[in-house]
């Protein structure tokens, strides 16, 4: 499986609280509420938006049972001190990253007991910096590496596991303290397992493109004659729309396109925001569309009558087998069907 989730955060409207949420979507939000949309002002290479964390404020998204995770991820912050990243088997906190921005330093919690942390000063305040973590989970042989900018600053061996399993299933990022404000951008979230993107790929971005032109459409259009622009918003918005009920019926969009320059190309992820306005169950698809082929996503069941995202990802080009090129994403088609 190896590449399990990525997010540049690069399409949320400003209230959050109805798209992240706990039917279905690609993330549920804490009990506390939703955090805060970052703008251009203070994202990371001023591109798109992030998403900043103030006190009790956290996101979450379930993953398969997972023996060896890895996350890498832009972190900016000013004041603060708490946890920002954790690995839950179910409702029980495995493994925790904590930041205390008033000496720039990283800790390891197991469950809430510090079991490993970095030298002083080896995060920037105020400025971004680049965070990735690995974690095997056991409880004799388990092991935690954390490295910020390419550099390792944290190495751990021992028991990594508060359960009786040896595996987290959900990742949550934000934060459970108080007096603390963080914001993240550019999410990556990997296992183990395979052999392409199993360990640390160093830092990353996550690019996010829009829909540009109409391949080929059949779900009705909120208004207007074209379907592309009723989607293409920077910040989704929930007042253009298409909709359909017709079983095979499809929308297929060309998008924006990537520099030729671009190197290391990770993995495509399809996202679809929908929302199910009657009853009856409603099944859906994520399409892929490359070299000629077209690719279905697996089918999922939408059950959430606010938006919410699904998501699929390509680590690899299904038509090539092989790494993506800037050539084969600027060919990229993609879109959604009605099961």
């Known amino acids: ?70 996350a890498g991820f832009a972190l900016y912050t000013t004041i603060g001190y708490s946890d920002i990243l954790r690995f839950v088997d179910a409702t029980t906190t495995q493994i ?21 942390s970095s030298p002083s000063n080896v995060i920037s305040t105020s400025s971004w910096s680049y965070i990735e973590v690995k974690v095997t989970f056991s409880a004799t042989v388990g092991t935690v590496t954390v490295r910020v900018n ?9 028991n990594t596991i508060a359960t009786t399993n040896a595996y987290c299933n959900i990742v949550q990022i934000g934060q459970v303290g108080r007096y603390s404000y963080y914001e993240f951008d550019d999410f990556i979230l990997m296992d183990g397992t395979g052999s ?96 000629g082929n077209t690719y279905t996503s697996a089918t999922k069941t939408v059950t959430n009558t606010t938006p919410a995202i699904l998501s699929d990802r390509w680590a690899i080009s299904p038509y090539t087998g092989t790494a993506w090129t800037p050539s084969d994403i600027n060919s990229i088609n993609a879109g959604y069907k009605i099961a």
Request: hydrophobic residues 35%.
């Open 196 to 291: 392409y993107m199993n360990d640390f790929q160093g830092e990353e971005r996550v690019l996010t493109l829009l829909p540009n032109s109409d391949i080929s459409t059949q779900f009705t259009r909120s208004s207007g004659t074209v379907s592309y622009a009723l989607l293409n918003d920077t910040a989704t918005n929930f007042t253009s729309y298409t909709q359909d009920s017709t079983s095979g019926d499809t929308d297929i969009f060309g998008y924006s396109t990537v520099s030729s320059s671009i190197t290391g190309i990770l993995g495509v992820q399809v996202n679809t925001v929908c929302q199910k306005t009657d009853s009856g169950a409603l099944l859906m698809n994520n399409v892929l569309a490359t070299g």
């Open 96 to 116: 925790s990253l904590y930041v205390s921005a008033d000496d720039s330093s990283l800790a390891v919690y197991r469950n809430g007991s510090k079991i490993a």
């Open 150 to 158: 390419n550099v390792e600053v944290i190495s751990f061996t021992g």
């Open 1 to 70: 499986m190896a590449l399990l989730l990525f997010d540049g955060f690069d399409y949320l409207p400003s209230n959050m609280n109805n798209y992240f949420n706990n039917s279905g979507g690609k993330w549920n939000i804490s009990a506390n509420g939703a955090p805060d949309l970052i703008t251009t002002s203070n994202t990371r290479y001023n591109y798109g938006t992030a998403i900043g964390f103030g006190n009790y404020i956290y996101i979450g998204a379930n993953i398969p049972n997972t023996t060896t995770v890895i």
